[in-house]
């Protein structure tokens, strides 16, 4: 069974009703790569037929509501997003190709739950708020990637389907900001890593600082133990390659077919201190 | 599942399971084979078409998804007013060697034409068409068809005018 809904109630009562397995449908272009899965796939439930899952709003309370199944490219030329939120454009610049980005989507990126997902560090340094149907009472389930991302491929999500992406309102104050992929070129290249770093400056001080990277855990989470070393402090040289160490051991990455352990560790860090450096010196102000 | 939208301009209704790929649907339901099949796995862009005048990966494009939509494959944009001095374009730079990749990349030199600035540099337009992949050319004799055709402002917005009409 294949359903269209038209609307969100419409969805609602599909997520509610259907028994087995269900299918949430956006882009696609994760699921119809795995084709013995995609095949067999019962109750396929199409997300893009409904008009709030694909447009953007601006967030009661601030910020950004991004519909789940709005394609990046859509997001990649919004004016709203490309002057507020810049680091989800440079992610989703690079990830697969224009023909990709076309069709993929953000809702997609998160329920598919690769550590590569390339969107998934810079939402994190965005602090990105989900919302999760079928509606409760009239109101989405509130979330967060870490809340739905349980390993490699793997969400709590069941029966649930991501509505909206929420980005919170940033400061500009101050704000320093850095996106870094490394893979093996620049378009359709599964990550080796890729670090999003989101900041504020304060004088010469770190009045804050968020970092992520994903590539190089099972699950795309925070590297808390690196901003706590770094949150307040003046940047040195000394302060700079403790970071850099201390986020290559906070990470737990694998060797695989595209990169070893090892080399993992330690681009981690490198990127990070090349990042820390060109705060230092002044740069990666907003324009 | 009841399934009706346009291809090349042509109204079309088919019964089809809701997970077939568009690009099985473009070739072995309709027998428009211009759109070739290179990895299937949304890495080549040899099966490029424009779903509603935007490029996309036709082997990653489920059936499910195609009520109302607009595709328009090679056989379609033959009969633009454009496309000869397209071809004549990759013609004159010996872009085509086996062949395979040439419907997708004539496809997306279509939307680059109209989605990548003026000003843009080769840099830029060699990133555009990162989404095809060529065995044969080592890309250099591709990307010298486009840029070509980028230096014809007549034609890139006639490509756009075009365009906008399949949104």
Same mark, same amino acid.
């Given at each position: 069974?294949?359903?269209?809904?038209?609307?969100?109630?419409?969805?609602?009562?599909?997520?509610?009703?259907?028994?087995?397995?269900?299918?949430?449908?956006?882009?696609?272009?994760?699921?119809?790569?795995?084709?013995?899965?995609?095949?067999?796939?019962?109750?396929?439930?199409?997300?893009?037929?409904?008009?709030?899952?694909?447009?953007?709003?601006?967030?009661?309370?601030?910020?950004?509501?991004?519909?789940?199944?709005?394609?990046?490219?859509?997001?990649?030329?919004?004016?709203?997003?490309?002057?507020?939120?810049?680091?989800?454009?440079?992610?989703?610049?690079?990830?697969?190709?224009?023909?990709?980005?076309?069709?993929?989507?953000?809702?997609?990126?998160?329920?598919?739950?690769?550590?590569?997902?390339?969107?998934?560090?810079?939402?994190?340094?965005?602090?990105?708020?989900?919302?999760?149907?079928?509606?409760?009472?009239?109101?989405?389930?509130?979330?967060?990637?870490?809340?739905?991302?349980?390993?490699?491929?793997?969400?709590?999500?069941?029966?649930?389907?991501?509505?909206?992406?929420?980005?919170?309102?940033?400061?500009?104050?101050?704000?320093?900001?850095?996106?870094?992929?490394?893979?093996?070129?620049?378009?359709?290249?599964?990550?080796?890593?890729?670090?999003?770093?989101?900041?504020?400056?304060?004088?010469?001080?770190?009045?804050?600082?968020?970092?992520?990277?994903?590539?190089?855990?099972?699950?795309?989470?925070?590297?808390?133990?690196?901003?706590?070393?770094?949150?307040?402090?003046?940047?040195?040289?000394?302060?700079?390659?403790?970071?850099?160490?201390?986020?290559?051991?906070?990470?737990?990455?694998?060797?695989?077919?595209?990169?070893?352990?090892?080399?993992?560790?330690?681009?981690?860090?490198?990127?990070?201190?090349?990042?820390?450096?060109?705060?230092?010196?002044?740069?990666?102000?907003?324009? | 599942?009841?399934?009706?939208?346009?291809?090349?301009?042509?109204?079309?209704?088919?019964?089809?399971?809701?997970?077939?790929?568009?690009?099985?649907?473009?070739?072995?339901?309709?027998?428009?084979?211009?759109?070739?099949?290179?990895?299937?796995?949304?890495?080549?862009?040899?099966?490029?078409?424009?779903?509603?005048?935007?490029?996309? #990966?036709?082997?990653?494009?489920?059936? &499910?998804?195609? +009520? *109302?939509?607009?595709?328009? /494959?090679?056989?379609? $944009?033959? @009969?633009?007013?454009?496309?000869?001095?397209?071809?004549?374009?990759?013609?004159? #730079?010996?872009?085509?060697?086996?062949? &395979?990749?040439? +419907? *997708?990349?004539?496809?997306? /030199?279509?939307?680059? $034409?109209? @989605?990548?600035?003026?000003?843009?540099?080769?840099?830029?337009?060699?990133?555009?068409?990162?989404?095809?992949?060529?065995?044969?050319?080592?890309?250099?004799?591709?990307?010298?068809?486009?840029?070509? $055709?980028? @230096?014809?402002?007549?034609?890139?917005?006639?490509?756009?005018?075009?365009?906008?009409?399949?949104?």
């Amino acid at each position: 069974m294949a359903h269209r809904p038209r609307s969100l109630d419409e969805l609602d009562s599909l997520a509610l009703s259907t028994s087995g397995d269900v299918t949430y449908v956006a882009g696609a272009t994760d699921l119809m790569v795995k084709p013995e899965h995609w095949k067999s796939a019962v109750n396929l439930v199409d997300l893009t037929s409904i008009g709030e899952l694909t447009t953007m709003l601006q967030a009661d309370g601030g910020g950004l509501l991004i519909g789940a199944a709005v394609p990046l490219s859509r997001l990649m030329c919004d004016p709203v997003v490309c002057e507020r939120y810049p680091l989800l454009v440079e992610a989703c610049a690079q990830i697969g190709s224009v023909q990709i980005q076309n069709r993929a989507t953000l809702g997609g990126n998160i329920a598919n739950a690769s550590p590569a997902g390339d969107s998934l560090p810079v939402l994190s340094v965005y602090d990105a708020e989900l919302h999760l149907g079928p509606r409760q009472s009239g109101a989405f389930t509130k979330a967060r990637i870490t809340d739905v991302m349980r390993g490699p491929g793997l969400t709590s999500l069941g029966r649930r389907y991501i509505a909206f992406i929420r980005l919170p309102e940033v400061e500009a104050n101050g704000q320093f900001r850095y996106f870094r992929k490394v893979g093996q070129r620049y378009s359709l290249a599964i990550s080796k890593l890729s670090l999003a770093v989101l900041g504020w400056r304060e004088g010469d001080r770190l009045r804050d600082i968020r970092i992520c990277a994903g590539s190089v855990s099972p699950v795309v989470q925070r590297a808390e133990k690196t901003e706590a070393l770094l949150r307040g402090q003046l940047l040195s040289d000394e302060l700079i390659a403790k970071a850099a160490r201390r986020l290559s051991e906070e990470v737990s990455p694998i060797s695989d077919i595209r990169s070893s352990e090892s080399y993992r560790r330690h681009i981690c860090g490198a990127v990070l201190a090349d990042a820390l450096h060109t705060i230092r010196t002044g740069g990666l102000k907003p324009p | 599942m009841l399934i009706e939208f346009t291809v090349n301009g042509q109204n079309v209704r088919l019964n089809l399971p809701p997970t077939r790929r568009l690009l099985d649907v473009l070739r072995d339901d309709l027998g428009l084979i211009g759109t070739k099949e290179g990895c299937g796995r949304g890495e080549c862009g040899s099966c490029t078409v424009l779903l509603n005048g935007a490029r996309v #990966n036709s082997c990653l494009v489920p059936a &499910l998804q195609l +009520p *109302g939509s607009r595709v328009t /494959t090679i056989e379609g $944009l033959r @009969e633009w007013p454009v496309f000869e001095r397209i071809a004549e374009a990759f013609i004159e #730079n010996g872009s085509v060697q086996c062949g &395979l990749c040439i +419907p *997708g990349y004539v496809m997306s /030199t279509v939307a680059v $034409l109209d @989605e990548t600035a003026e000003q843009a540099t080769s840099e830029e337009i060699r990133r555009a068409l990162a989404g095809n992949l060529c065995r044969c050319t080592g890309y250099d004799k591709v990307l010298r068809a486009v840029e070509d $055709l980028f @230096e014809e402002p007549e034609l890139r917005r006639r490509i756009t005018e075009i365009l906008e009409r399949e949104r």
